[in-house]
């Protein structure tokens, strides 16, 4: 077959009347090996060439491995999935949907199978090994192909499921709110159920202002918007924040945060960092409860808890805590209770930490530690990393408790 179509578009060209024979090669060897000669007589000349013989596909030409092809009533009858059923968003498409259903049958193909279609290179594996990991953009590679191939019948038919799905109900959102909720009026509600969470918030707190960490946690690290931060001496804990104490803390929108305290924020995630005693006294107190204050039963002794920073003094290291802060400048109570003003730590987003800066000459800022905080949009899950120090009634440290 490819003989006779290479023989019909050299009829086309233009050849000088020779008596001779000439050999054609095709130049394309990534897709092609040469095994056999054919010959066709031509009315001006005699070729003689090599047939084809396709022996491996280029990942150009490759056919897409996955099976994706439905006909628009297949694609309407399909099950809804339970990913499906319980999305939140409703302005999917119909090329989300195709995404979908692609990924699920790419899943389905052994790891030899991914391996031999998706990999763009003619490495090969033992098959006592396991299989190189394929990364989801060699396959998000064809299965956009993929859709671009479809019919305009099969892309309606997925459009089409897309607006379905987005005018069903959303599972646990409600059109309206609850009658019993309703009749003993909604604000006082509403203030009963700030009063209950934010009890259960303040006890999780004092745990983690009022103990020392485990042991356990030293060598441990957890993320915080894609920095790794180690746990060391300070204390970390993970739970559920529900949304109406998160818009009492933080606001709505953050607006309660200053521009350079949140660090990092997506539509997912955000990310805090607190410097000061100060700012953490004012973000988490309600209705005069505080979560970070906390005395002990003699009221000799108060725990708190602030950013740290990590000093050194005359060629000596010391630990300060951040008892105020401005735009530009840190208050610092040092552990031997003296006072320091030091500039601002900046966050730099491409290295990921803060840099220091200092016309003191005395002193040299070796590391910062704020608090962290990060919460979680979608699952409210709030995560917090900070640093715990105790003072006395005359404000202070009392050093056998400092983290």
């Not at 763009?120 to 060699?138: G, I, K, N, W, Y």
Request: proline content about 4%; glycine content about 4%.
């Amino acid at each position: 077959m490819h003989g006779h179509i290479l023989f019909i578009f050299l009829r086309n060209v233009s050849i000088p009347r020779v008596n001779c024979v000439q050999t054609l090669y095709c130049t394309d060897t990534y897709s092609f090996n040469f095994n056999r000669k054919l010959f066709f007589c031509h009315k001006i000349k005699t070729f003689n060439f090599h047939c084809i013989k396709i022996n491996q596909q280029s990942p150009r030409i490759m056919t897409n491995p996955v099976q994706y092809r439905l006909s628009p009533r297949e694609i309407s009858e399909l099950p809804i999935s339970r990913k499906e059923d319980n999305h939140p968003s409703r302005q999917r498409l119909g090329y989300h949907l195709f995404l979908g259903y692609y990924f699920s049958k790419y899943r389905e193909l052994s790891p030899a199978e991914k391996h031999a279609s998706f990999l763009d290179d003619d490495s090969s594996f033992d098959s006592t090994d396991d299989p190189p990991v394929l990364h989801a953009s060699q396959v998000m590679r064809h299965a956009g192909q993929g859709w671009r191939d479809l019919p305009d019948s099969q892309k309606n038919a997925w459009n089409l499921r897309a607006s379905l799905l987005n005018n069903r109900p959303i599972p646990g959102h409600l059109n309206r709110l609850p009658l019993t909720i309703r009749c003993d009026g909604v604000e006082q509600n509403t203030k009963c159920a700030i009063e209950v969470d934010w009890l259960h918030f303040c006890k999780v707190m004092k745990r983690s202002v009022t103990k020392s960490p485990p042991r356990s946690h030293a060598g441990l690290y957890v993320n915080f918007g894609g920095v790794r931060m180690p746990l060391s001496n300070k204390s970390y804990h993970s739970m559920y924040l529900s949304y109406i104490v998160r818009i009492a803390i933080f606001g709505k929108y953050y607006e309660r945060l200053k521009k350079n305290e949140i660090i990092y924020q997506t539509s997912l995630v955000t990310v805090i960092h607190i410097a000061s005693l100060e700012r953490m006294k004012n973000l988490f107190c309600l209705g005069g409860l505080s979560s970070v204050l906390f005395r002990d039963k003699e009221r000799t002794m108060e725990h708190s808890t602030c950013g740290k920073l990590h000093l050194e003094i005359d060629g000596r290291e010391m630990n300060g805590y951040v008892i105020k802060s401005n735009q530009r400048n840190l208050t610092v109570q040092l552990e031997n209770n003296e006072r320091i003003e030091t500039r601002c730590p900046k966050w730099d987003n491409e290295s990921l930490e803060y840099k220091y800066s200092t016309s003191a000459t005395n002193y040299r800022i070796t590391s910062y530690e704020p608090n962290m905080f990060s919460i979680s949009s979608s699952t409210g899950q709030f995560k917090y990393l900070i640093n715990c120090f105790t003072t006395d009634n005359d404000n202070d440290i009392v050093t056998n408790f400092i983290s």
